[in-house]
């Protein structure tokens, strides 16, 4: 059974910087699709980022330029740092896995984590 486990968040100001981590458990994840979405209260739920088995990164447009999403493979990592952070960006971050990498938010990701909060204060 796979498990995935984020930390890294909290409180932080506008243009403060956090790095997210998600811990791997479990399953083989190295040939899965790791990302990165976000929920907040009252809102649809957003895909942020995510990494192919192979490195390759996808971003939604509203972070391209200041979140970068990585991943060690070896130690079942995936990890998403967050730069120019800005009140908008106040959500729960929730870590996922599948064997498909789909951008669209309403995608059901097979595997996910319990999520961690990250708040920003204008």
């Known amino acids: 059974q796979g498990r995935l486990e984020e930390s890294g968040g909290g409180w932080v100001q506008t243009g403060g910087s956090l790095r997210l981590s998600c811990a791997a458990s479990g399953h083989s994840f190295s040939d899965y699709a790791m990302g990165w979405l976000r929920q907040s209260p009252g809102k649809e739920r957003e895909f942020v980022a995510a990494?192919?088995?192979?490195?390759?990164?996808y971003y939604a447009d509203s972070v391209k330029g200041r979140f970068a999403i990585s991943r060690d493979t070896a130690n079942n990592m995936v990890y998403l740092q967050m730069n120019n952070l800005k009140p908008v960006d106040t959500a729960v971050y929730l870590c996922?896995?599948?064997?498909?990498?789909?951008?669209?938010?309403?995608?059901?990701?097979?595997?996910w984590g319990q999520g961690t909060q990250v708040t920003v204060s204008s």
């Open positions: 996922a896995a599948d064997s498909n990498l789909v951008t669209d938010s309403r995608y059901s990701w097979a595997y």
């Open positions: 990494i192919t088995w192979d490195d390759r990164p």
